[in-house]
């Protein structure tokens, strides 16, 4: 009789919500006596969603991997192992959903599971970068810190399959990555423009004072993330507006995505990354010719009328634009852009001298992912890596010409090809294999592209199915697992 309560729902439910009553009164007398800081809040968050994935089963992986998502406004608040190795929470979360996933064999046995063919034929040449290592003396902390930040996309894809077997599933985490990206943004314009606002939390920020550039152009530090790469996630989680207000259609919620919106660009805009302002113009170029509706229009005015205003708010704009522009050509004129350009040739000349690569770490950080790889692993793994990236844009972009003005899968199509074009361009020209809480964004992208495409390949695959078959046999045909209806 007991043994069957203990395995009861209810008792398990009842054990959870014990569980983090107790942690929430301890929590709540511990910051009484000592005060609160962000290593307590952010041990705290990081448990609560521990405590959803292990108590909730199935139910509580789903829902951890959509609370997942919002630890990545936790930027560089990491854990110290050595000087050159730190873990984020972000990575002990994600390998606990793996192990829970794995725990539960019904959710893995009815997966389907697939890997890009690129990631079968890389993952021998990050085997073989571990070669220093047999001569010893290798900075073995820094060649795992880098390993470390490719494995992780494993897992990524992983859990994103199994999550998104749930169709509604994709709203949630669309939802909660454009949340994230919001929540950095306000967090960032308000140390920007209303820098009393910190006082209100000072654990939580630290210097916020913002910093002049070369060419005279004030730009926002970000403290509350860690620094101004926070405008990577919000060059990646932007495009999700164009579904979401697909989504949501009531004129509130669609103005506080609209609002939301409006706050990503505005902090890309005070970041000064003009690598990232590249991208959002791609972007937005790429929205209007795709979707020549009101979406593409409204996003376009948005950024020119943000423009405009940060031209007049923001002195030495069209300065910082002009460097960026001289930069591409070739010819830089500050320092910034004059040490990304050595560091490139530096990297391109290591890679001529050793075609096989220099092991883990050896690049340093290049600022180009794909220059890091072509150093680290090698120039047949550095081919590997940038065609299986240019590739799965490629795939992306064919696979949603078609379904463009399928409101099921073109929308969200469409915010997937262009926050790809933001993977591409922050692989390119900026590089953030270096560090988890860089490449995270990144890698949740590329994973939900990964699996929107396996997805809309089992549809056309069913779709042809359907086609070659008599009348009376069409009603046989068995429907995705992921785009069942939801139990």
């Known amino acids: 009789m007991i043994e069957r309560f203990i395995h009861t729902r209810r008792a398990r439910a009842i054990v959870a919500i014990s569980a983090i009553l107790i942690g929430a009164v301890v929590f709540y007398y511990y910051l009484g006596r000592q005060g609160p800081s962000y290593k307590e809040v952010m041990i705290a968050f990081g448990a609560l969603i521990m405590a959803v994935i292990v108590f909730g089963r199935e139910l509580g992986i789903r829902y951890g991997f959509v609370l997942w998502v919002l630890t990545l406004t936790l930027g560089y608040r990491t854990v110290a192992v050595t000087p050159d190795l ?16 794995l725990a539960q064999r019904r959710l893995v046995s009815s997966a389907r599971l697939t890997f890009p063919v ?15 290592m047999i001569s010893g003396g290798a900075p073995w902390d820094r060649m795992l810190n880098e390993f470390r930040n490719f494995l992780l996309f494993v897992p ?23 949340a994230a990206g919001s929540l950095i943004a306000l967090m960032g314009i308000l140390e920007y423009w209303f820098p009393q606002v910190i ?3 000072p654990a939580f920020v630290g210097k916020a004072t913002p910093t002049v550039t070369e060419e005279g152009f004030v730009r926002a530090q970000f403290a ?85 205003g940060g031209y007049e708010l923001i002195p030495r704009t069209s300065e910082r634009a002009m460097s960026g522009i001289s930069a591409l050509q070739g010819h830089p004129t500050d320092s910034s852009a004059t040490g990304r350009k050595n560091r490139a040739l530096a990297a391109f000349e290591s890679a001529v001298d050793a075609p096989f690569g220099t092991g883990w770490s050896s690049a340093g950080w290049v600022h180009s992912d794909f220059l890091q790889v072509f150093v680290n692993l090698g120039v047949i793994a550095g081919l590997i890596f940038f065609g299986g990236c240019a590739y799965t844009l490629l795939r992306l972009g064919r696979r949603l010409l078609p379904d463009l ?36 964004p990144v890698w949740f992208v590329w994973a939900l592209t990964e699996v929107w495409l396996r997805q809309t390949a089992d549809v056309s695959e069913v779709k042809a199915a359907i086609t070659q078959l008599p009348s009376y046999q069409m009603m046989a045909v068995p429907l995705p697992s992921s785009f069942k209806a939801d139990v």
């Open 86 to 101: 730190a873990i984020h929470p972000s990575e002990i979360l994600l390998w606990i959903l793996l192990i829970c996933i």
């Open 118 to 132: 690129w990631l079968w034929i890389f993952i021998p040449f990050c085997v073989l970068a571990w070669w220093p």
């Open 156 to 178: 990524l894809v992983i859990v994103a399959a199994i999550v998104l077997q749930r169709e509604r599933y994709w709203r949630y985490l669309m939802l909660a990555f454009f």
């Open 199 to 201: 006082a209100l939390f």
């Open 224 to 308: 509350f993330w860690g620094g101004p790469p926070a405008t990577f996630i919000c060059a990646l989680a932007l495009p999700a507006a164009i579904v979401l207000a697909q989504w949501w259609r009531r004129w509130l919620q669609r103005a506080a995505i609209v609002f939301a919106s409006v706050l990503q660009v505005l902090a890309i805009y005070i970041g000064g990354y003009r690598s990232i302002w590249l991208i959002l113009i791609f972007q937005v170029m790429a929205a209007c010719v795709l979707r020549l509706r009101k979406q593409g229009a409204i996003i376009a005015l948005l950024c020119v009328v943000i423009s405009v």
């Open 405 to 440: 003005r399928n409101r099921q899968f073109g929308d969200l199509g469409l915010s997937l090809f262009l926050s790809f074009i933001a993977v591409l361009g922050i692989l390119a020209m900026e590089g953030v294999t270096v560090l988890p809480q860089l490449v995270l």
